[in-house]
């Protein structure tokens, strides 16, 4: 964990909004900025752990925590989230779009509404939410945004069709905006975690699955946000923490689409 270096009161202290930090990845994101210093306001479903790790922040760092409780894919409650992105009177610092979750199988044999669901959350919250803290941040002249993709971004990934599509947009989309927003004060940066073990799997549904990514290749959500913050106080547009992820970007880049497809398909087969 990351050494507390707060120096001011409570109220001097930056603001960043999660989404996702009732589990995994966000929930660290929230745990690590919280000792940094930074105010939090987490968002997910689950209220009552929300209301939870409210509490530890409190307790472990003084660290203010607001509960703001939204299914992002509900146009809704996404809409209460933006609002509180526009917000003058408590404006968010850093903006962190985890919230995410993948669908595995063939394509045909998946509901399409849960496809659908995964696109809004992983896509659509992302744009919209990126959207209102973009425009606040430029308005003040800075702000940061941190958009949740994966190394899955970097190729096709068959019986993970539209999981790979929606993070290759993010990290393509986050991209654009780290070079559009830098000028006007607001840093973008794309995060892109390989096989990390948080409850992704479980709701996935991929206990099986889950043997075929050799052990070497897993990591930690503690790993990747340490990786991410050090990346985003770097000023990078592309975050990969760790050598194996870095090995693995790389050689997608690097291989014929036709060799690394079948890798793909090879890892995430379901039958
Ligand atoms: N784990 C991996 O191997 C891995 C690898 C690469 C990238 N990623 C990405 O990392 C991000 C975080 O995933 P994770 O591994 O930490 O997974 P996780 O442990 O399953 O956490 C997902 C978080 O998203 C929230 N969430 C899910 N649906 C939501 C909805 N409709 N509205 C609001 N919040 C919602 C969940 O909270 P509630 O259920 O309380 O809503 C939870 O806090 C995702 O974008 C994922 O694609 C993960």
């Known amino acids: 964990m990351a050494d507390d270096d707060r120096t001011g009161t ?28 930074h105010d939090i306001v987490l968002v997910a ?45 408590a404006p968010v610092d850093l903006l962190v779009n985890n919230a995410g979750f993948g669908t595995i199988g063939r394509f045909d044999r998946l509901p399409v509404d849960r496809e659908v669901d995964e696109i809004e959350l992983n896509v659509i919250a992302v744009v919209r939410l990126a959207h209102a803290a973009a425009s606040a ?68 549904g991929t206990g ?13 959500p503690d790993t990747v946000v340490e990786g991410a913050l050090a990346d985003l106080r770097r000023g990078k547009a592309v975050s990969v923490p760790g050598w194996t992820n870095k090995v693995m970007a790389g050689s997608s880049s690097a291989m014929p689409a036709a060799v690394t497809r079948r890798v793909a398909a090879a890892m995430m087969k379901t039958d």
């Open 45 to 89: 479903r689950d209220r009552a752990r929300l209301e939870a790790l409210a509490k530890d922040l409190d307790a472990d760092h003084g660290a203010r925590a607001e509960v703001l409780a939204a299914d992002l894919t509900d146009p809704d409650e996404l809409e209460r989230v933006e609002s509180r992105l526009s917000s003058t009177d």
């Open 10 to 37: 409570a109220s001097e202290r930056p603001v960043a909004l999660v989404t996702g930090a009732s589990a995994g990845i966000g929930e660290q994101f929230a745990r690590y900025l919280g000792a940094g210093g």
């Open 208 to 220: 099986e699955e889950e043997g075929r990514v050799p052990e070497f290749l897993w990591t930690t």
């Open 137 to 204: 941040m430029v308005s003040r002249g800075h702000g940061a945004i941190l958009n949740v993709s994966s190394i899955a971004s970097r190729q096709p990934t068959p019986n993970m069709a539209t999981y790979a599509a929606t993070k290759a947009f993010v990290s393509s989309f986050s991209q654009s905006l780290h070079v559009e927003l830098g000028g006007a004060g607001v840093h973008v940066m794309v995060l892109e975690p390989g096989f990390t073990r948080t409850e992704f799997q479980d709701r996935l």
